[in-house]
């Protein structure tokens, strides 16, 4: 029977949750012009829309916030936060953001110029909105096994370097501006990238002499597979593997609303106090404020300095991705295709092995997510193509690689009871998956537009 370790912690306060009715959620869907991220909060029960923001912070996290140092320059909570940065990562320069979207807008107009292309393993899509906006283009090259949702291998987050070789000669090393890492690959499921598939990336892009840069988010729960499944790494301290992975990049982009477990902030890095530091700052100060604070207040910065702590800690890893390998694991016994192995972050259900009468262009995905809010009050979201923009030249709707419907787990917020709750609503609607039918999009931006796009039901009717 499946099982995950207990959570290393015990819960101090708590947050009503609201249970509504089919007719209420039948209404607030409609409402939200078939958009999970136009529901309001009050009209979800269990939200696994992300595990950005949505974790629960400590006792000593809370308590910190009291410390918080609000001076507008030099603040002591900004040195807190360097110190346990420099600790961590072994670097020397950090600079606070208000998120990670906002380190990519510092550090890529830096490394990008118009008509350069940037390689990762996969863009997640604000890192390929940015770099879009730099006038570039993100092209990504994960190994093929990622693209396999029922294949084993411990790793579909890897780079696929051969590939990269072969992108790098076909653009010629001038025209590649910067070569990114997504750790954990959170587009492919999130889905680790090894130590030694790390090393030979940064291998290429030193004799390429192309910028390597981390995409960072969710770097502690990659360290933890890594020590988990990497041959030659069990006997070694998370911290260590931590250190092992930044040890060859030049920047790093964070998102610290995940494994910071803060509801804001993030971090850009640079390893050298270089020309291209010179260049984030000349960016945070007139996006993100003066570079002691960066876009955060001196108790979010706190909170940050604790948070990296706890989420590097190995009790609380293993007992998190236990439960997201719990998830997968009944999931899967319940003949709902995943993902597989279980990734960090969140369950990735294969809708179109789900769903294989609605195409590509009816968004699979996104019709498996209205139909399990429908259901049981859950919220995820398509990672498909319905995330996918239109490409800017021809208009047309990409095929995404994979159409996935994400269901993420928030740090330390549910319990054993709310993942069996996901697991019975998912078999429910498996049972009727034969009759669902798509939805196509009706009012959309042009970028990033998924968090916005108004659609409605194709061919079949609510
Ligand atoms: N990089 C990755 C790999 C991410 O997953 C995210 C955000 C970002 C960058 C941007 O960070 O949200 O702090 O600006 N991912 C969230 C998600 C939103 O739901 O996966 P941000």
């Given amino acids: 029977m499946a099982t995950y370790m207990p959570e290393p912690y ?10 509504t009715t089919k007719e209420e ?10 958009n999970l991220f136009g529901l309001k909060s009050d009209d979800v029960y269990i ?3 992300t595990d950005s923001g949505t974790g629960a912070m400590s006792d000593r996290q809370w308590a910190a916030i009291m410390l918080g140092d609000e001076s507008y320059a030099g603040s002591r909570s900004y040195y807190k936060l360097m110190d346990t940065c420099g600790d961590l990562f072994g670097w020397s320069y950090f600079q606070p953001v208000h998120q990670g979207r906002a380190a990519e807008k510092v ?48 790793f579909k987050g890897n780079t696929d370097n051969a590939r990269l070789k072969e992108l790098i000669d076909q653009y010629g090393r001038d025209k590649v501006g910067m070569i990114v890492i997504t750790v954990t690959c ?34 502690a729960e990659n360290a933890f597979f890594i020590k988990e499944r990497e041959e030659g790494q069990a006997d070694r301290t998370i911290r260590e593997i931590v250190l092992d992975m930044f040890a060859e990049a030049d920047a790093f982009t964070f998102s610290a609303k995940k494994d910071g477990i803060v509801n804001m902030g993030g971090l850009v890095a640079v390893r050298d106090d270089s020309e291209l530091m010179a260049g984030v700052r000349r960016l945070v100060v007139p996006n993100e404020g003066f570079l002691s604070y960066g876009g955060l207040a001196g108790r979010d910065m706190e909170a940050l300095a604790i948070g990296l702590v706890e989420g590097l800690d190995e009790s609380f890893l293993r007992s998190y991705t236990g439960q997201t390998c719990y998830l997968v694991d009944r999931l899967v016994e319940e003949g709902i295709p995943c993902q597989q192995p279980a990734g960090g972050h969140a369950v990735f259900v294969d ?10 262009d009816l968004f699979p995905a996104q ?12 919220r995820g979201c398509d990672v498909g193509s319905f995330m996918l923009d239109p490409d800017p030249e021809t208009g047309e709707q990409p095929q995404a690689a994979m159409e996935f419907a994400r269901f993420c787990i928030p740090r330390r917020t549910y319990t054993q009871a709310h993942l069996d709750y996901v697991v019975a609503s998912l078999a429910k609607v ?3 998956a034969s009759s669902l039918g798509g939805y196509r999009i009706v009012r959309a931006e042009k970028i990033l537009r998924h968090f916005t796009a108004r659609l409605e039901p194709w061919s079949h009717t609510l």
């Fill in 351 to 360: 809708a179109r092995q789900l769903l294989p009468q609605i195409l590509y």
């Fill in 25 to 34: 959620r039948d209404t607030a869907i409609r409402r939200s012009h078939f």
């Fill in 10 to 19: 015990r819960i101090k306060m708590v947050e009503p949750l609201r249970v």
């Fill in 47 to 49: 939200d696994m829309l």
């Fill in 367 to 378: 019709s498996l997510c209205i139909e399990l809010y429908r259901e049981a009050g859950i």
């Fill in 186 to 219: 959170n587009s492919a499921g999130g889905q680790p990238v090894s130590l030694a598939n790390m090393k030979e990336t940064a291998a290429i892009a030193r004799q390429a002499g192309i910028p390597l840069v981390i995409d960072a988010a969710r770097f």
């Fill in 430 to 432: 498996k049972e009727r």
């Fill in 107 to 154: 550090l890529f107009p830096n490394l990008l110029k118009p008509g350069q292309i940037s390689i990762s393993n996969m863009h997640f899509d604000t890192t390929a909105g940015h770099v879009m906006l730099c006038g570039a283009r993100p092209v990504n090259c994960v190994v093929a096994e990622a693209l396999d949702p029922s294949s084993l291998y411990p």
